[in-house]
């Protein structure tokens, strides 16, 4: 039987709490890190090490994996004072999931072959819920061979893996998804406020949109939670936020121009101001109703 490869795990927010709870499942040799250590509390007595900084992170697996929150989070966990790049062993390979900028891809992959290290890009679709499961689709940019090597681990955390080509086009279509997803949370929002002031019924009405040719899944999802006022964190609203923003200056660097995306992501930062960044992204509901 083939030994497991060692595994690294940096940053257990949402999503990367509930990967590491699957590598863990899978038997792979797992070393957690966290920013706040608090978080990785849960991990220290089930056979897992838990790492003092990235750089400590960085030398106790052959693969390690960030799942971060922005650009920032990742350049200084992995090229900070004490970033994992550092005491990587050559031959390692880096795994970025996060929702980051290709510039900054391209910057952490230049910087990993400098070390003797690969980067494979592999940021996710799926929210809480799929991560928990195990259901998450990976959309890899990565040379064939580093993909193989460590298709086992992205296995483990998911439904699919899809090798979308280099490195680099992982972070663009994972924009373009979030982009898509943004503005129709966007829109949707208006709709209900929209709705909400009318005499309609507002379950038939919901009905007819979620079966018709608007509906879909972020819509059903959508519908359900911003009726309800359910606001506990599947997707955080500030994440969403910082990836439309991404989606803007990724696009603009080819040329194109996101009309749609300025107005969802004006009511994003809105909500945000109105102190809801640590809420579910649909809590930019509550941005409308309180008239923006």
Request: aromatic fraction near 4%.
């Amino acid at each position: 039987m083939k030994t497991k490869r060692s595994v690294a795990l940096m940053g257990l927010g949402t999503m990367g709490r509930a990967m590491a709870l699957n590598l863990l499942r899978a038997g792979f040799p797992l070393t957690v890190y966290n920013r706040t250590v608090a978080k990785a509390h849960e991990f220290a007595g089930r056979g897992v090490s838990v790492a003092q900084s990235p750089a400590q992170a960085g030398a106790a697996a052959s693969v390690v994996i960030s799942m971060l929150s922005d650009d920032d989070a990742s350049r200084e966990t992995w090229l900070g004072e004490n970033g994992a790049l550092r005491t990587m062993e050559p031959g390692g390979l880096a795994v970025e999931c996060s929702t980051v900028s290709p510039g900054w891809i391209a910057e952490l992959a230049s910087a990993a072959r400098a070390r003797g290290a690969q980067l494979v890009e592999a940021p996710v679709t799926g929210s809480r819920m799929q991560a928990e499961g195990g259901q998450l689709t990976f959309l890899v940019g990565a040379e064939e061979e580093a993909l193989a090597e460590v298709l086992p681990v992205l296995r483990s955390m998911s439904k699919e893996v899809i090798h979308l080509g280099p490195v680099g086009s992982g972070a663009q279509l994972k924009l373009i998804n979030n982009f898509l997803c943004g503005v129709q949370v966007a829109s949707f929002a208006e709709a209900l406020v929209w709705m909400e002031r009318t005499a309609l019924d507002r379950e038939k009405a919901l009905a007819l949109l979620r079966k018709g040719a608007p509906g879909s899944g972020i819509v059903n999802t959508m519908a359900e939670r911003m009726t309800q006022r359910k606001y506990d964190v599947n997707f955080l609203l500030s994440l969403m936020a910082k990836d439309l923003r991404y989606a803007r200056e990724a696009a603009a660097k080819l040329g194109v121009q996101l009309s749609t995306e300025a107005p969802a992501e004006q009511m994003f930062a809105q909500a945000q101001r109105q102190g809801q960044g640590e809420s579910d992204m649909s809590a930019v509901v509550e941005a409308v109703r309180k008239g923006m």
